[in-house]
């Protein structure tokens, strides 16, 4: 049963009720008199045994306002008498929940003011890490090896994730959405003094690097350093097919919810290790190894929703990812101050190799989210993305470095799994 109206309007309501009284009884008489009869021995109506139902919408237009703030009646079957219609159709089943009163689309703000909102935009901050191989050696000393690429530990930096979306259709069951996060300076540094320092790799004599041979600064030195600085861009264009309710108007009676996805993902790694010798200089020399990697391809998925308490869910979405990666290795050999080391013939101490590969990834968020009201809900969770055949830094990082041939690797055996929590809010409208 629709809500009253409020008291005050209870008379203007009565007299509006006492005209429509009277017109549908006009109608009825109407229609028990006026319509046409069938012959005795002619054929009954075609659809005399199918009667369908009529969907009427009455509006009252001079100010009365229901208790629940719309102003509009609810939706009113009627079938006419031997089962003729009033007129067509408009609708031959009910409106579906997704729509308001009378509303086909969701498009007149008048008449369609509890349509369900279709578009969503959310921004979550990320405080994120990643797992590394074991480490190289990357400098010795008197008592062995002194720095490894594992004491340029992973640490916990932020990052931000923005997603944005649209449904689709009088139910809403299609929709796409776009997703970027990243996670940047994921990395540290560390560093061994004593003196009597040699970095790794070893440089040939005939390096120089400002009219100097190079091993002056790699070889013996007071203090040395090893240092990590990574990121990860992750770009996401998916489409949508919600099986039921989207997870946001889950209710006692549905507490489950799945959504389908299937789209494009691209994922980048660049992971940068480098040397500096001496550390304490003010002009020391750096090698410099950079391995990135671009992963691309087709992704499917899914999203799983379950409703607990009256406004709380939890939500798993999983996705793989099988495609392909492009893979570099730039790596150089410089002072502070950007002048280049060079090899006997003159050539600069740098190089970038290419490279290309099968690759996979597969994630899965996690998370509690608390549905505030039908327009806003805030939430808490963890990410866990796996990547496999990609080239990480420690795998290429040089032993000897005597040529051009000494920068050149490429190992994409390796494999990696960046991982984190992440909390933020969405936005429907």
């Known amino acids: 049963m629709p809500p009253l109206p409020s008291p005050s309007l209870r008379g203007s309501f009565l007299s509006r009720a006492t005209r429509w009284v009277s017109l549908c009884g006009g109608l009825l008489c109407l229609l028990?008199?006026?319509?046409?009869?069938?012959?005795e021995d002619g054929p009954a109506p075609a659809h005399a045994e199918d009667p369908r139902p009529l969907f009427a919408e009455a509006t009252f237009n001079e100010g009365l306002v229901w208790q629940d703030g719309s102003d509009s009646c609810p939706p009113l079957y009627v079938t006419a008498p031997g089962g003729l219609p009033l007129m067509d159709p408009v609708f031959?089943?009910?409106?579906?929940?997704?729509?308001?009163?009378?509303c086909t689309e969701c498009r007149d703000p008048h008449g369609c003011g509890n349509c369900q909102p279709r578009w969503f935009a959310s921004a979550s901050g990320l405080v994120m890490t990643r797992t590394l191989p074991s480490g190289v050696?990357?400098?010795?000393?008197?008592?062995?090896?002194a720095l490894t690429s594992a004491d340029a530990s992973a640490n916990w930096p932020g990052g931000l994730d923005l997603r944005i979306g649209r449904w689709f259709g009088p139910q809403q069951r299609h929709g796409v959405e776009g997703i970027y996060w990243?996670?940047?300076?994921?990395?540290?540094?560390?560093?061994?003094?004593g003196g009597g320092l040699n970095g790794i790799p070893s440089l040939a004599p005939s390096i120089v690097v400002g009219g100097t041979s190079a091993t002056t600064l790699f070889d013996n030195a007071s203090e040395q350093r090893v240092g990590r600085n990574d990121l990860v861009n992750n770009v996401e264009v998916n489409w949508l097919y919600s099986v039921g309710q989207h997870p946001e108007r889950l209710d006692d009676q549905q507490r489950w919810s799945l959504v389908w996805l299937a789209g494009f993902r691209f994922f980048q790694l660049l992971?940068?290790?480098t040397l500096?010798?001496?550390?304490?200089?003010?002009?020391?020399?750096?090698?410099?190894?950079?391995?990135?990697n671009n992963l691309?391809?087709?992704?499917?998925?899914?999203?799983?929703?379950?409703?607990?308490g009256r406004r709380f869910r939890l939500a798993a979405i999983p996705k793989i990812m099988i495609g392909g990666s492009s893979v570099s290795n730039l790596s150089t050999l410089q002072t502070a101050d950007g002048l280049y080391a060079t090899y006997a013939d003159g050539n600069t101490v740098s190089s970038r190799l290419t490279g290309s590969t099968f690759s996979y990834l597969g994630s899965v968020d996690s998370l509690v989210a608390w549905d505030v009201t039908d327009h806003w809900s805030l939430w808490i969770g963890y990410r866990v993305v796996g990547?496999?055949?990609?080239?990480?830094a420690d795998a290429i990082w040089p032993t000897a470095l005597t040529g051009p041939g000494s920068l050149a690797l490429i190992d994409t055996t390796g494999s990696t799994v960046v991982h984190g929590g992440f909390a933020g809010f969405e936005s429907r409208y």
């Open 182 to 193: 990243g996670v940047f300076n994921i990395g540290s540094a560390a560093t061994a003094d």
């Open 137 to 145: 050696a990357m400098s010795t000393g008197p008592g062995g090896v």
């Open 276 to 292: 500096t010798s001496p550390s304490a200089a003010t002009d020391p020399l750096i090698l410099d190894v950079t391995a990135n």
């Open 387 to 392: 990547v496999g055949n990609i080239l990480n």
């Open 92 to 102: 031959s089943e009910q409106a579906s929940p997704w729509q308001s009163s009378g």
């Open 32 to 39: 028990s008199g006026g319509l046409p009869a069938a012959a």
């Open 271 to 273: 992971d940068t290790l």
């Open 296 to 308: 691309f391809g087709a992704q499917v998925g899914t999203r799983v929703d379950w409703r607990f």
